[in-house]
């Protein structure tokens, strides 16, 4: 009698397709965020890697083995990343903090954890990434810790607020709408 294989438990990782970000394709292949992925029973780590100078598919796939993980990547893909994300709904999704990257997560109620890509010339990933965490919907994830993200998935994931948010609550500053609103360029 054969047993059907295991669930699979998915990160998805993307950097997004606008600046390379080889410092978050880094730290996903580091041993204590591997081990991270494992302990917390992730099965595949697929990295959307985009024009990375670090990324080595041999590499990785032998990085991940070491860790019992399934470890792949791709440069682009065309037709957008949302079969990706669909498939890291039981998993999670580690992004950069393009507000496009990350819409797609929340849409999708996938629990994502936001890295800001703080080589950038001004901060408007970061303030992002704040105040979406500030407000409950992503981890806030840090390039030196990148590990300590995915303990905080199963918990984002128990408390995750549906996508878009509705306006209550939001009487006090401007709120996540008002962020939104400088990422896309709006003004009052």
Not at 95 to 106: E, K, V
Not at 147 to 164: S, T
Request: glycine fraction near 12%; hydrophobic fraction near 45%; include cysteine.
């Amino acid at each position: 009698m054969t047993h059907p294989p295991p669930p699979q438990k998915l990160c998805f990782l993307t950097v997004g397709a606008t600046a390379p970000f080889d410092g978050l394709v880094t730290a996903a292949l580091a041993a204590p965020f591997l081990a991270a992925l494992r302990a917390a029973a992730y099965t595949d780590l697929l990295l959307q890697h985009g024009a990375s100078l670090v990324f080595d598919p041999r590499a990785a796939a032998a990085a991940g083995k070491q860790h019992g993980l399934t470890v792949r990547g791709f440069a682009f893909n065309g037709e957008g990343l949302g079969r990706e994300m669909r498939a890291a709904r039981e998993g999670c999704v580690v992004s950069h903090a393009g507000s496009g990257s990350i819409l797609d997560a929340l849409r999708l109620a996938v629990p994502v954890v936001v890295v800001p890509n703080t080589a950038l010339l001004d901060n408007h990933q970061e303030e992002l990434a704040a105040e979406l965490a500030a407000q409950g919907y992503v981890v806030y994830g840090k390039l030196g810790d990148l590990a300590a993200a995915i303990g905080e998935v199963e918990a984002l994931r128990k408390r995750q607020k549906a996508w878009p948010p509705g306006r209550g609550g939001e009487e006090k500053g401007r709120g996540l709408v008002g962020v939104m609103d400088d990422e896309m360029g709006f003004v009052d």
